[in-house]
């Protein structure tokens, strides 16, 4: 039995109950019927990752498509250069901006547009200078420099003096020896995965649409290292206010030569610190 055909058994008995529940009844129906809300629909996000690559009088720009589209789909992009404020639109990337003048720096910006409106603008490209030559690799990166670690190096650069004239889209960092590489987007890059108490070099390359530049010049080189482990076998030998403890180094340095060690004694807290076996705590109490 349907719940219209139960609803209608229990309106036709009049009584007072019975017109509650139909009443009742009819609400939920009322309700269930009413269209749901959807979720709003907005303008798209912004584009990332704009990349320009030069050529006489123009520049084509890349880029990807917001993480959002609004909830509708994007019916277009428009690519603005700065200065000067040209502007192209069109379906998808790359998209050419044309009459630009050689020689000039230009930046790029670009908007999504869907049937709401359009969204906010990316994040500005790195310069651009149109050229009647064409794009090239990027030059070598300089100041290469790590900052070692726990089995891992933090290797800072800058950017090459020449994009070559285009957008420089990675670097990537070769530790040497044993080759390890990191790629990013940018300035420091961690070479993970390395040796404590070997010591590497490094040297970075950056990556344009046109391909990859030559290596920079070698850092010098970077020894990860972590702390060492606890010494062993600590034994002392008493004296008149005052103990020699004599202990055995760790079984690992961290990778990096031990400098010094510290005695500390319980209760009372005294320590002292020395480079090797045995160290003579004293200030104690006889007793």
């Keep these: 039995m349907t719940s219209a055909i139960v609803a209608k058994s229990i309106l036709r008995r009049r009584t007072p109950i019975a017109l509650a529940i139909s009443l009742i009844v009819g609400f939920a129906f009322l309700i269930i019927g009413l269209p749901t809300a959807g979720a709003a629909v907005t303008v798209p996000g912004a584009p990332t990752l704009v990349v320009g690559t030069r050529g006489n009088g123009l520049v084509t720009v890349g880029f990807v498509a917001p993480v959002s589209n609004g909830g509708s789909a994007i019916t277009s992009y428009a690519v603005t250069a700065s200065p000067g404020g040209a502007t192209v639109s069109g379906g998808a990337s790359p998209l050419v901006v044309t009459g630009l003048t050689n020689g000039t720096a230009y930046t790029f910006t670009v908007t999504a547009t869907n049937v709401v409106g359009t969204g906010l603008a990316s994040a500005a490209s790195a310069a651009i200078t149109p050229s009647?030559?064409?794009?090239?690799?990027?030059?070598?990166?300089?100041?290469?420099?790590?900052?070692?670690?726990?089995?891992?190096?933090?290797?800072?650069?800058?950017?090459?003096?020449?994009?070559?004239?285009?957008?420089?889209?990675?670097?990537?960092?070769?530790?040497?020896?044993?080759?390890?590489?990191?790629?990013?987007?940018?300035?420091?890059?961690?070479?993970?995965?390395?040796?404590?108490?070997?010591?590497?070099?490094?040297?970075?390359?950056?990556?344009?649409?046109?391909?990859?530049?030559?290596?920079?010049?070698?850092?010098?080189?970077?020894?990860?290292?972590?702390?060492?482990?606890?010494?062993?076998?600590?034994?002392?030998?008493?004296?008149?206010?005052?103990?020699?403890?004599?202990?055995?180094?760790?079984?690992?340095?961290?990778?990096?030569?031990?400098?010094?060690?510290?005695?500390?004694?319980?209760?009372?807290?005294?320590?002292?610190?020395?480079?090797?076996?045995?160290?003579?705590?004293?200030g104690l109490t006889n007793g």
Excluded at 140 to 152: A, E, L, M
């Design 132 to 282: 009647t030559s064409a794009a090239t690799v990027p030059g070598t990166p300089t100041s290469v420099v790590g900052t070692r670690g726990n089995g891992q190096v933090s290797v800072a650069f800058t950017a090459p003096s020449s994009n070559g004239g285009a957008s420089i889209t990675s670097y990537t960092v070769t530790a040497s020896p044993g080759g390890a590489s990191v790629s990013g987007s940018g300035s420091p890059l961690v070479v993970t995965g390395l040796t404590n108490g070997t010591a590497y070099t490094f040297t970075v390359k950056a990556t344009n649409a046109v391909g990859t530049g030559a290596a920079s010049s070698t850092s010098a080189s970077v020894t990860p290292a972590t702390v060492p482990g606890a010494p062993t076998s600590v034994v002392g030998t008493r004296g008149n206010g005052q103990v020699s403890v004599a202990f055995s180094a760790p079984s690992s340095s961290g990778g990096s030569s031990i400098t010094s060690y510290t005695v500390t004694a319980s209760p009372g807290g005294a320590t002292v610190s020395g480079s090797n076996s045995p160290i003579v705590v004293t």
